[in-house]
T-cell receptor, first 105, second 115 residues
Framework: KNEVEQSPQNLTAQEGEFITINCSYS?????LHWLQQHPGGGIVSLFM???GKKKHGRLIATINIQEKHSSLHITASHPRDSAVYIC???????FGAGTILRVKS | DTAVSQTPKYLVTQMGNDKSIKCEQN?????MYWYKQDSKKFLKIMFS???????INETVPNRFSPKSPDKAHLNLHINSLELGDSAVYFC??????????????FGSGTRLTVV
């Protein structure tokens, strides 16, 4: 079993919808990262969380330490949000399998 | 200015060859990493160096040898390339090792194809 599990694997949404991607992780991970990989292949670090909630524009990331669970939310989704979203546990980055998001206009 | 730069972006080579991928960061970070992304897009760490010293070495064949001449550079040399080595290799850096409190910056990746 992978130390970091993501769901769903694939997600198709209509433009404007609220999107949630979930991530569960095992013991030994002290912080969680959310990454975005665009179709062109580049990887961008979106958030790093060890507690609470962070917001950047239309993106919100939350983490529940007790339940070992994190969520990435996208409000008012747009086709340019289409990408692979990956959660990863530190310290050396243990990756989830990624969620392929496609937002249709 | 590119923060983490990898070269080459694409590399096509024959089985049995030896090749190198270079990575440089201009962020002043202490720690650098190599990750492999397989055909199913799953990312996995290979190596990590902190200030030129190897700190993480996952179960990677010893045909793969990282080299860090200084903390701004982490190169990956691969001997006797095999078909299964075909993947995208990402370099990344973080301010400190054990980057629980620091973010990561990734290079744009090197797509290696072994034929």
């Amino acid at each position: 079993k992978n130390e970091v599990e993501q769901s769903p694997q694939n997600l198709t949404a209509q433009e404007g919808e609220f999107i949630t991607i979930n991530c569960s992780y095992s013991v030994g991970i002290s912080a969680l990262h959310w990454l975005q990989q665009h179709p062109g292949g580049g990887i961008v670090s979106l958030f790093m969380l060890s507690s609470g909630k962070k917001k950047h524009g239309r993106l919100i990331a939350t983490i529940n330490i007790q339940e070992k669970h994190s969520s990435l939310h996208i409000t008012a989704s747009h086709p340019r949000d289409s990408a692979v979203y990956i959660c990863a546990g530190s310290n050396k980055l243990v990756f989830g399998a990624g969620t392929i998001l496609r937002v249709k206009s | 200015d590119t923060a983490v730069s990898q070269t080459p972006k694409y590399l096509v080579t024959q089985m049995g060859n030896d090749k190198s991928i270079k990575c440089e960061q201009n962020l002043g970070h202490d720690t650098m990493y190599w990750y492999k992304q397989d055909s199913k897009k799953f990312l996995k760490i290979m190596f990590s160096y902190n200030n030129k010293e190897l700190i993480i070495n996952e179960t990677v064949p010893n045909r793969f040898s990282p080299k860090s001449p200084d903390k701004a550079h982490l190169n990956l040399h691969i001997n006797s390339l095999e078909l299964g080595d075909s993947a995208v290799y990402f370099c990344a850096s973080s301010l400190r090792a054990g980057a629980s409190n620091y973010g990561y910056t990734f290079g744009s990746g090197t797509r290696l194809t072994v034929v």
